[in-house]
């Protein structure tokens, strides 16, 4: 699924506040996560780097190597681009992400070229995240009803900012993204 610069300045509005239920898809996808970290501080990570890069979506070309200096310092050590200290909860999050997925480490500039407008491989766009009383969270994404879409990335990046368990995606009506946001 192509990404037009005009639903990346949408998803970039999601990523700050949540949508309104008047401008939800009918199905959504979600993933439950369970965050080492207290949700605040984890929900705060997801956005401080999806921010980022839906900016450089919107506003570079990806023919180069993309800018980095906007990408928390925390994000580019965990994916080896920075003399930073790894935190400990992202280097948890790499082995979680190891065990879950079998694959590797992220590069900083393989992973900022998932987000390429051009490209088709990025199958998902963020649409919210929603608590539970648990200290669980939901990520909800919009993958155009489609069950089965290309999200490592967005997997890694669960795991990195500080979850030791991450499922999904699973399909959901937009009822239940609907009530899990009213709930909290």
Do not use: N
């Not at 900016?55 to 906007?70: G, I, M, R």
């Amino acid at each position: 699924m192509m990404h037009t610069i005009e639903d990346i300045e949408q998803e970039k509005l999601r990523v700050l506040s949540r949508p309104s239920p008047q401008a939800a898809p009918p199905v959504l996808c979600f993933f439950a996560i369970r965050p080492v970290v207290p949700v605040e501080e984890y929900q705060a990570r997801l956005r401080a780097v999806l921010g980022p890069a839906l900016e450089l979506a919107a506003t570079q070309s990806f023919d180069d190597e993309l800018p980095e200096d906007s990408i928390p310092g925390w994000f580019a050590a965990v994916c080896g681009r920075s003399s930073t200290t790894v935190p400990d909860f992202a280097r948890r999050g790499v082995e979680h992400y190891r065990t879950a997925r079998e694959g590797g480490r992220w590069e900083l500039q393989e992973w900022l070229d998932q987000f390429d407008p051009e490209s088709e491989f990025r199958g998902w766009a963020w649409w919210d995240l929603t608590r539970s009383p648990d200290g669980s969270v939901k990520v909800w994404v919009d993958t155009w009803g489609e069950s089965f879409f290309a999200c490592d990335e967005l997997r890694w990046l669960a795991f990195v900012a500080g979850a030791d368990r991450v499922t999904g995606p699973e399909l959901a009506r937009i009822d239940g993204w609907h009530e899990a946001a009213t709930a909290e």
